[in-house]
């Protein structure tokens, strides 16, 4: 007598739910338990804050006590951590549960309130796993989105309070791909590129951003007997519109701009529902010239859009050196039209 597949796979399920309500348990007592661990180190430190180092002292004096005792979650560092928690966060009552230790550790190094507050609603909306959200720190996503808008619009979208109006409020320049395991150092093909990022498909959107979903890969359309094939299609239901990627592993012509505004043509007129939005078509190249970029469209263009990408993290630097160039462009832009 065989047992019924489904039965198993909902008792499977079950215990699969339990133990995951059980991490989370733990994890939830364990963020309460340093959070108060801080609490008391703070307090402590504030009674005896005319005393010159009292607060060293103190979580010296803590960690040779607790560590031995308790093993390596009591060592100087992590009472720090303790401390700093506290001291970043409060009040009790606005810690959210569904953020492990983990989560927290990364939240409490960023300095910056805006940019703080900023992952905490991204990852909260998201459900970030803590790996995810360290990626997203180490990546500069806030600097990224940055480029292209103002604190307070980056912020807005990412809280919810209002949804994205443009395209670039969601969708960054340059893009960091370093999850595709590619060397930087080495030439790839168009193929290379697409191939490795179908199989870190997930990390792809999580890099993308909000509200995508894929939709094809090499989409075949037909012009009056002659073929094309459109590297990456995706729908986003923010947008609520189509989104074309075209991958350039060159550095960006005038001609590859045309052809994708051939492709998002084809899909306004052949693809997209009435209720739907205007598409929008990517341009992910190696290397661009904005002037082109810029020339090439018309100047009230909001459905193309060029975006570097990279295979390896970047440097705080390389991020303000980005800004700088945007903050150049935008003001030879200006000088232009008041020519």
Known sequence: MHLKKDLLQKIHNIIATAKDRAVRSVDTERVLMYWHIGHVIFEEEQQGKDRAGYG??????????????????????????????????????????QFSWTHYRTLIRID????????????????WTARQLERQVNSQLFERLLISNDVHAV?????????PNEPTEIIKDPMVLEFLGLKRESAY????????????????????????????????????????????????????????????????????????????????????????????????????????????????????????YQLYLPTEQQLIDEVMKEIEKLDNEKSDDNL
Request: net charge negative.
């Open 56 to 97: 060293e002292f103190l979580i010296k004096s803590l960690a040779e006590t607790l560590e031995p005792q308790y093993g390596s979650g009591f060592s100087i560092r992590q009472l720090e951590l303790c401390r700093q928690f506290y001291r970043t966060f409060p009040i009790a009552n606005a810690l959210r549960s």
């Open 112 to 127: 910056n309130q805006d940019k703080r507050e900023f992952y905490i609603a991204e990852s909260a909306k998201n459900n």
């Open 155 to 163: 912020l807005a979208v990412a809280r919810e309070e209002k949804l």
């Open 189 to 308: 093909y168009e193929k290379d590129i697409e191939n490795a990022i179908i199989t870190h498909l997930q990390d792809f959107i999580l890099e993308l951003g909000n509200g995508f979903a894929f939709i094809a890969r090499q989409k075949r359309i037909h012009l009056e007997g002659d073929e094309f094939f459109i590297d990456l299609v995706f729908f986003n239901r923010l947008l609520q519109c189509f989104v074309i990627i075209e991958i350039k592993t060159t550095k960006l012509t005038h001609q590859d701009i045309g052809q994708l505004q051939m492709y998002v043509n084809y899909y306004d007129r052949y693809e997209k529902q009435d209720f739907e939005n205007s598409t929008i078509g990517i341009l992910l190249c190696a290397d661009k010239n904005d002037a082109v970029v810029r020339i090439t469209l018309p100047a009230n263009n909001k459905n193309i859009i060029a975006s570097k």
